[in-house]
């Protein structure tokens, strides 16, 4: 039997004129970019500069890929559906009924029923499992560490936005608040606060977070001040339970007493705020404490926590404006909206 009689069919969408199968990820690695992006560029979407739309042709045509246009004509059937995907894990200390995700859910909701489509809602574990197969487009809340969330659903092939951070990649239509000037911010005011022993709370393998630091800690750099200094502590997890005992155990081993904090959230603040009253210093008597996202439960807390502000809300109205024009084919950019610092007790 001849190895040409017993090879697999080639999938869908792509064979060479030799039979032997040709995938969109076969030519991603010979362009050097995602498969998300060979899908668009052989779309011709103008989400995809023309130059790289060329090169990713001429690869394709070289290799033996042949666009299956059938398939294509029946994704143009659109089912008027768009997945959004959260990334975030559920725990009673963070629980789903928060500010985030609900007031970026929110906005996505009112903005795509406005314009004649449903939401599915999926947890990210629920993409393996196929329940985002029928949607036109994915909007994706959370990047995971280290951009992990992204690549699961970046692997689906459907028009893609990310709430979040730009990490480098350059593939993906991200939307989020501007956090190094959020982190910026937060530094500013613990400067003009004389504060001189900060520290930084946030897991930096998350790129929203790592912006925020990398803008505290810019800001700390260029004021010049003798002495000054950031040192991160990495939680566990975004939760007040987290940030209480990164916080507590920092206490424990016996180093210098910090005099301020920037926490990557206002959960992690809240119990960074907690686990420095247990240890008896006063917030903000003896150390200040600034959190992130301006959360309803910052107001309310005890004392009230100073935080940076973005406006979710109008992020979830972006990202379903951004998913709509990738599905129609039409260019979609990132886009970062403003912070600000909301200066309150702590």
């Known amino acids: 039997m001849s190895r040409r009689g017993s090879a697999a069919p080639p999938p869908a969408g792509a064979a060479s004129e ?21 899908s668009r560029a052989l779309r011709d979407s103008a989400s995809v500069a023309p130059a790289t739309r060329e090169r990713i042709k001429q690869l394709a045509e070289q290799a033996g890929y042949r666009f299956n246009h059938h398939a294509r004509n029946l994704r143009l059937r659109r089912s008027h559906l768009v997945a959004v995907v959260l990334e975030m894990q559920p725990d009673a200390d ?7 995700p609900l007031q970026l859910l929110g906005g996505i909701t009112q903005e795509l029923t406005s314009r004649g489509y449903s939401v599915l809602l999926s947890a990210l574990q629920g993409v393996a499992q196929g329940v985002a197969a029928s949607a036109d487009g994915v909007i994706l809340l959370g ?16 028009p893609l936005v990310v709430w979040g ?5 350059g593939a993906q239509v991200v939307v989020g608040g501007d956090n190094a000037h959020g982190g910026a911010c937060a530094a500013e005011r613990l400067i003009a606060l004389g ?14 977070v790592r ?8 800001t700390l750099k260029k004021a010049g001040i003798p002495g000054l200094r950031a040192h991160t502590l990495t939680p566990a997890a975004f939760t007040f339970g987290a940030g209480f005992t990164a916080v507590q155990a920092h206490l424990a081993r016996g180093g210098a007493v910090p005099d301020g904090l920037f926490a990557a959230s206002d959960l992690l603040a ?28 910052a107001q309310s807390f005890a004392p009230p926590l100073s935080s940076v502000r973005q406006d979710w809300h109008h992020g979830g109205v972006l990202l379903a ?15 970062i909206m403003p912070t600000e610092l909301v200066v309150r007790a702590t």
């Not at 963070?94 to 985030?100: F, G, K, S």
């Not at 912006?211 to 810019?218: I, L, N, P, S, T």
């Not at 119990?271 to 439960?297: E, H, K, M, N, W």
């Open 165 to 169: 951070a730009e990490h480098g990649r």
């Open 211 to 218: 912006d925020r630091q990398q803008g505290f800690a810019k």
């Open 321 to 335: 404006r951004k998913v709509l024009d990738l599905i129609a084919g039409q260019p979609a950019a990132s886009e």
């Open 94 to 100: 963070r629980p789903m009924t928060d500010a985030y």
């Open 270 to 297: 809240m119990g960074a705020v907690r686990a420095f009253t247990d240890a008896g210093l006063a917030v903000p008597a003896a150390v200040s404490v600034i959190g992130y996202d301006d959360s309803p439960g």
């Open 143 to 158: 990047q995971g560490a280290h951009g992990s969330a992204v690549r699961t659903v970046e692997a689906l092939g459907l």
């Open 18 to 38: 030799r039979g032997a199968a040709v995938t969109m990820e076969q030519i991603a690695a010979l362009a050097g970019v995602s498969t998300i992006t060979v």
């Open 195 to 208: 504060r001189r022993e900060l520290l930084f709370l946030g897991d930096v393998s998350h790129a929203e």
